[in-house]
């Protein structure tokens, strides 16, 4: 038999093969992923995510966001529900005429610029200025405790009114999750403390907003497409009768309003979205 200090000696060097090996078989499997969309129609986006929710069109503000924008921008698009995760690791992904983009935010620049769309220009500098501050809040802050309401503080039961998700997968987030905002901070918070921040956050957002229709002004600029996806699910993506939902059906009710404008005016077919 080996003795300890062999098996101490050989442990770390399998390790790193192990780890090389593992390294080198996702990266297979992304490259089969992308060459299977290298051949997509022209000038179409291919939109790559998770499925639809019960409750909205996604359970990510990410994907909605792009979804969002492709919307306001008018560009042809179609979804794919099965390749989730793109050239990052991350998803929402896209591929366009066989160029592949990740991340949310770099997506809409490169469409932007593609398709010359710019719907900025009517919106003064310090309305695009507090557009884009509310949106990096909402997407750093409020993406969190989108995952502790949804798999933290509230069971199964409570999650599968809003998606369809195998009790083991389920779990598996569930873990992922507790261990990802332990580490990031706001996990070590009661969900009381996190509730009393996350309350004067949107209170804020509501202040920021005041009576205008959107961020942008009169009309819907890009970061409205990110504070629109992230409201979208404190309204709509969270169990019944979360406080979120409660202070924007209260005190925080223009943005409610908000969400309802950009809904009818992006999002006419939104039942028809929804997981059957």
């Not at 300890?4 to 770390?12: E, H, I, M, N, Y």
């Not at 366009?96 to 500098?125: W, Y």
């Not at 987030?173 to 009661?190: C, N």
């Not at 209260?250 to 943005?255: A, D, K, T, V, Y």
């Amino acid at each position: 038999m080996p003795s300890w200090l062999t098996v101490l000696a050989v442990a770390p060097i399998a390790y790193f093969v192990l780890n090389l090996v593992w390294t080198f078989i996702q990266n297979q499997m992304l490259q089969s992923r992308l060459r299977r969309w290298n051949t997509s129609p022209k000038d179409v986006v291919i939109l790559h995510g998770f499925p639809p929710a019960k409750a909205l069109p996604n359970l990510s503000p990410y994907i909605m966001k792009v979804e969002t924008y492709l919307r306001l921008a008018n560009l042809r698009y179609t979804l794919d529900k099965k390749d989730y995760f793109g050239p990052k690791g991350k998803s929402p992904w896209i591929t366009l005429n066989g160029q592949h983009i990740a991340d949310s935010e770099f997506i809409i620049e490169f469409l932007g610029k593609k398709f010359e769309k710019n719907f900025s220009q009517k919106s003064s500098d310090l309305q695009l200025a507090t557009a884009n501050v509310v949106r990096t809040m909402l997407e750093e802050f409020f993406t969190c405790v989108l995952g502790l309401e949804r798999m933290i503080y509230n069971d199964y039961s409570k999650f599968s009114s809003l998606a369809n998700i195998p009790l083991p997968f389920y779990y598996y987030m569930r873990h992922m999750i507790k261990t990802r905002f332990w580490e990031q901070g706001i996990g070590r918070h009661s969900q009381e403390e996190v509730t009393q921040i996350m309350t004067k956050k949107l209170q804020a957002v509501s202040t920021l907003l005041g009576n205008q229709k959107f961020f942008g002004g009169d009309e819907i600029c890009e970061d409205d497409c990110g504070i629109f996806a992230v409201l979208a699910q404190c309204l709509w993506g969270l169990p019944d009768n979360s406080v979120y939902e409660k202070l924007m059906n209260g005190e925080c009710s223009n943005l409610k309003e908000y969400c309802l404008r950009i809904k009818e005016k992006l999002w006419a077919d939104w039942d028809h979205c929804l997981a059957k």
